[in-house]
T-cell receptor, first 118, second 114 residues
Framework: GAVVSQHPSWVICKSGTSVKIECRSLDFQATTMFWYRQFPKQSLMLMATSNEGSKATYEQGVEKDKFLINHASLTLSTLTVTSAHPEDSSFYIC??????????????FGNGTRLTVT | QKEVEQDPGPLSVPEGAIVSLNCTYSNSAFQYFMWYRQYSRKGPELLMYTYSSGNKEDGRFTAQVDKSSKYISLFIRDSQPSDSATYLCAMSSNYGGATNKLIFGTGTLLAVQP
């Protein structure tokens, strides 16, 4: 149980274009999803927390207009990197917490999306 | 000072060795402790989940939590080359409800040599 699927696994885009990453909970309803970014040999840095049907909460230093998060259903959240630049190249990972899960339950992660901006 | 400190390694051990991985933390509100394993270019996979102080064993893995010292450990017995990965500690408090966040260590890169 608690399978989280992320798509695409790898994307290359040109500078100035936008890229959308999808995160789906396959066997449970995810009321809360978390988006992380991970640079090479570094830990996961939380970017934002999204709750189904409401606006995402962004961590300090994360531009909400650049990283658009939509959590329109209980099984899907999307992260759109707008006007991407080479410094946005990173590994983006989502995780989800289910409706029935306790607030202190561990998170289950997707397999990540490697974004390369040329 | 970071909330969670973890030696990034790399740590290289021979096959069959006992591996000890550790994290220290500064926030006394943390009560839930996790260890994740992350293979290259993959998402983290949950290995162990513990609450408060004590030990928990699952197969070759043992997690220890010492809240008085703000120190957690993961032991891997009879290590295998397939254990080669980055190991991340993570922890959380009681606060925030459903949006309760995990705070991660930097991860320790482990290489088990055959």
């Amino acid at each position: 149980g608690a399978v989280v699927s992320q798509h695409p696994s790898w994307v290359i885009c040109k500078s100035g274009t936008s890229v959308k990453i999808e995160c789906r909970s396959l066997d449970f309803q995810a009321t809360t999803m978390f988006w992380y970014r991970q640079f090479p040999k570094q830990s996961l840095m939380l970017m934002a927390t999204s709750n189904e049907g409401s606006k995402a909460t962004y961590e300090q230093g994360v531009e909400k207009d650049k990283f658009l998060i939509n959590h329109a259903s209980l099984t899907l959240s999307t992260l759109t990197v707008t006007s991407a630049h080479p410094e946005d190249s990173s590994f983006y990972i989502c995780s989800a917490r289910g409706r029935q899960a306790a607030y202190n339950s561990p998170l289950h992660f997707g397999n990540g999306t490697r974004l390369t901006v040329t | 000072q970071k909330e969670v400190e973890q030696d990034p390694g790399p740590l290289s051990v021979p096959e069959g060795a006992i591996v000890s991985l550790n994290c220290t933390y500064s926030n006394s509100a943390f009560q839930y402790f996790m260890w994740y394993r992350q293979y290259s270019r993959k998402g983290p996979e949950l290995l162990m989940y513990t609450y408060s102080s004590g030990n928990k064993e699952d197969g070759r893995f043992t997690a220890q939590v010492d809240k008085s010292s703000k120190y957690i450990s993961l032991f891997i017995r009879d290590s295998q080359p397939s254990d080669s990965a980055t190991y991340l500690c993570a922890m959380s408090s009681n606060y925030g409800g459903a949006t309760n966040k995990l705070i991660f260590g930097t991860g320790t890169l482990l290489a088990v040599q055959p």
